[in-house]
C-alpha cells in the first residue's frame, strides 16, 4: 500500500513512485527513484522540486518491495564466477564474472517461473559467455510481493542450482589436414588459421599441424601419435564428404575407441563427425567451417573444452534449433 507523509516525517520511508525534477530549458530527469530510502539529507532537495507532501510505501508483514524481492532471488541464484548488479527499476541482472559455458537446469527454471508474480529470464543452456555478459534479467512484476513467493524461488534454486559457469580448459589440440591436393601443394590449406582461431578463443592452442594425404592408415596413424604425444584432442579437416577420396570418416573410426556421431541434426555442419579415442575427443570437421561463421563445430567445440563428454542422445536433440 502507499499512503501519504509530510516529506520531513518519511526518513527512512521508501518512495512508492519516481519524483522528477525539472529545470526549464535545462534538464528534465528524475531526480528520485522508486523505492528510494528517504535520507535526513533528501529533505532540502525534495522541498526544492516541491514536494511538501510524497507518497511512500507501508508495506505489511510479509510483504516485500521489488528491489528487496529481487535482490534476495539475486542472492540465491547467483553461484561461483557470477556477480549481480544493484537494482533497476525492479530488476536486478546476474553477469559472468569468468569467461565459460553457461549451464541452465531448465526443469528448475520452470519451476521458479511458476511461481506467481515471478519472473527470471536467462540466456538459453550452452551460451558462450564472456567476461560481464548477461546470464539472466530476475525480478518481482508487482511493486510488492508477498515475501512466502520469494521463499519459494529461494527454495526451488537451492534444489536446483538453476545457473552454473562451466570455466573452458586450456587443451593442447592435434590438428590433422588431410587431402593430397594440400600435402602436394596444389591449393593452400585454409583450414589451419580458421581452426586455430577458434581454439584460441578459449584459450587453447595447437600442438602441432600434421598435413597427410587421403589414405586411411595415414589418417589414423596422424591421429595415434597425437594421443601417444599427449594431446587433449585432435581435429581432422577435410576428407568428410562422400566422394571416393573422402576417407577422414573411416580414418577416425578406426583410431576411435567410441564413435559418438558421423553426421549432426544441424545446418550448417552436417556433416561433422565427433569420436573419442579413449578420453580424448576427435574432431571430423566438413569444409563449411571455412566458409561458415557459426557451424556445428562452434556448438560442440565449448562444450568438450569444458570438459563435457557429448553424447549420442544429446546430439539428436539438436535438432530442433539446429537449422544455426
Known amino acids: 500500500m502507499k499512503k501519504e507523509v509530510r516529506v520531513e516525517a518519511a526518513i527512512g520511508m521508501r518512495l512508492a513512485h519516481d519524483l522528477t525534477r525539472i529545470v526549464p530549458g535545462v534538464f528534465k530527469g528524475r531526480a528520485f527513484t522508486k523505492g528510494h530510502i ?14 511538501e507532501h510524497i507518497y511512500v510505501l507501508d508495506l505489511s508483514d510479509g510483504e516485500l518491495h521489488e528491489d528487496d524481492a529481487a535482490l534476495r532471488m539475486a542472492a540465491v541464484l547467483g553461484g561461483e564466477h557470477m556477480a549481480h548488479e544493484e537494482p533497476h527499476e525492479g530488476k536486478v541482472v546476474l553477469k559472468s564474472a569468468i569467461q565459460g559455458l553457461l549451464k541452465v537446469n531448465v526443469e528448475g527454471l520452470f519451476q521458479i517461473n511458476s511461481v506467481d508474480e515471478i519472473a527470471v529470464v536467462s540466456r538459453r543452456t550452452n551460451t558462450v559467455l564472456e567476461v560481464g555478459d548477461k546470464i539472466c534479467g530476475l525480478r518481482a512484476i508487482p511493486l510488492t510481493v508477498a515475501e512466502e513467493k520469494v ?6 534454486a537451492r534444489e536446483t542450482q538453476v545457473f552454473t559457469i562451466k570455466p573452458f580448459q586450456r587443451m593442447k589440440v592435434g ?36 598435413i597427410v594425404g587421403d589414405a586411411v592408415e595415414d589418417i589414423r596413424a596422424a591421429i595415434v601419435e597425437f594421443h601417444a604425444q599427449g594431446a587433449d584432442m585432435v581435429i581432422c579437416t577435410g576428407g568428410m564428404s562422400v566422394d571416393p577420396d573422402d576417407r577422414t570418416p573411416g580414418a577416425i573410426k578406426a583410431a576411435a575407441t567410441q564413435v559418438v556421431s558421423y553426421g549432426m541434426p544441424m545446418l550448417p555442419g552436417s556433416m561433422l563427425m565427433l569420436a573419442y579415442r579413449e578420453t580424448m575427443p576427435i574432431f571430423g570437421l566438413p569444409g563449411c ?3 561458415d561463421e557459426f557451424t556445428s563445430f562452434d556448438l560442440l567445440l565449448p562444450r568438450v ?6 553424447t549420442r542422445a544429446e546430439i539428436a536433440e539438436l535438432g530442433h534449433g539446429g537449422l544455426l
Open 305 to 310: 573444452l569444458a570438459g563435457e563428454t557429448v
Open 175 to 210: 590438428v590433422i589436414t588431410t587431402g593430397s591436393e594440400v600435402l602436394k601443394g596444389r591449393i593452400e590449406d585454409k583450414f589451419g588459421p580458421v581452426v586455430r582461431a577458434k581454439l584460441e578463443r578459449f584459450g587453447s592452442e595447437v600442438l602441432k599441424q600434421k
Open 289 to 291: 567451417v571455412i566458409f
Open 151 to 156: 521463499n519459494l524461488v529461494e527454495k526451488i
Open 38 to 51: 528517504i535520507q535526513a539529507t533528501d529533505i532540502p532537495e525534495l522541498l526544492k522540486i516541491g514536494k
